[in-house]
């Protein structure tokens, strides 16, 4: 047999293998059933949000990928579906190699929960997000009054964000409550009064300033002397005690 053609079969052998390799491959991979799913899920409690509950969910949607055909998932459809749940703030699935579909999730966090006056109920995060359907009992500040998306987007939004980042105010706030005027009052877990806060303009200064008279003042004359704690001008904090009794 000839050099040459002793070459060229060579050639075509290597051209062979490569159709093999680019094509019949990968649809021999795509053809081949899921093997399972991977859930991760990151900035979120089971109880809230877990992997048993992702699966049900797609089951319920048809999507569950498990068994089916690779090349028959749509990892988008899968994306959209969770991505629509208000609990998720990103998910990402794709395909493994191995033969299993790989889901990502991050969870937005719930600090708030927010009643409605229609009786709707419903938290949210520190963007103003609304997180919907949530079966565990979360012990967080509550929201109530005259609350409207207006107010969500803005004040509720600024108030929980000063409370949020301080864990002293995380512990001690029960209840924002917003009045006919919009201004904000605050019911405390510890201590028989409550705070006129006003709006929610420089809501972290406020709780600063308060967190100071809480520490060198109440700590000193007792929580239980005043009815009322006014930092409604923030530079000044003015303090109403009770009457006395007769």
Not at 63 to 90: F, T, W
Not at 140 to 148: I, N, Q, R
């Amino acid at each position: 047999m000839s050099k040459k053609l002793i070459k060229y079969c060579l050639y075509g052998l290597a051209v062979c293998y490569l159709i093999y390799a680019f094509v019949v491959i990968p649809q021999k991979e795509d053809n081949s059933k899921c093997k399972g799913i991977f859930v991760t899920i990151s900035s979120c409690d089971d109880e809230i949000l877990s992997r048993d509950n992702v699966i049900e969910l797609l089951k319920k949607e048809g999507l569950d990928p498990n068994g089916k055909a690779m090349d028959s998932v749509v990892c988008r459809d899968i994306e959209r579906y969770i991505n629509g749940l208000s609990i998720v703030e990103k998910c990402e699935a794709y395909k493994t190699t191995t033969g299993y579909v790989d889901l990502s999730i991050v969870c937005r966090t719930p600090i708030l929960k927010v009643l409605e006056p229609d009786g709707d109920e419903f938290y949210i995060d520190s963007v103003g997000n609304k997180i919907e359907n949530i079966h565990k009992t979360l012990y967080l500040p509550v929201a109530t009054g005259h609350v409207d998306d207006g107010i969500i987007k803005k004040e509720l939004k600024e108030i929980a964000k000063a409370i949020e980042g301080n864990k002293f105010w995380q512990a001690q706030i029960e209840q924002i409550y917003f009045d006919e005027k919009k201004n904000i009052i605050l019911v405390p877990r510890v201590g028989d009064h409550v705070i006129e806060f006003g709006t929610a303009e420089n809501a972290p200064a406020k709780l600063d300033k308060l967190y100071t008279f809480y520490k060198k003042g109440l700590s000193t004359v007792g929580w239980n002397k005043h009815s009322k704690l006014n930092v409604e001008f923030g530079d000044k904090i003015f303090a109403t005690k009770k009457d006395k009794q007769k």
